[in-house]
């Protein structure tokens, strides 16, 4: 399901990737800091998931981070 979320006193980066399920694709509206802080966390998330042993090797991903799909926007997709 896309989602597109808008940036309040309730948005935390965090909050976005617990809410999120298999198949999820949302945007985030693009600011450089914003847009660190997104890669930051699904890289974090995708590393812990290896160390559970929830994927099996290093290119294997369970969040992936894109500014070019949408322009503006930072996209996240939850593949696992």
């Not at 945007?27 to 290896?50: D, F, L, M, Q, W």
């Not at 160390?51 to 369970?62: A, P, S, Y």
């Amino acid at each position: 399901m896309e989602k597109i979320i808008e940036i309040t006193e309730d948005y935390t980066t965090t909050g976005v990737f617990d809410r999120m399920e298999v198949g999820d694709v949302v945007k985030i509206p693009y600011e450089k800091s914003r847009h660190n802080g997104v890669r930051t966390e699904a890289s974090r998330r995708n590393r812990y998931a290896r160390l559970t042993k929830e994927l099996q090797g290093r290119m294997d991903l369970k969040f992936r981070v894109s500014e070019v799909v949408c322009p503006g926007y930072t996209t996240v997709l939850r593949i696992k």
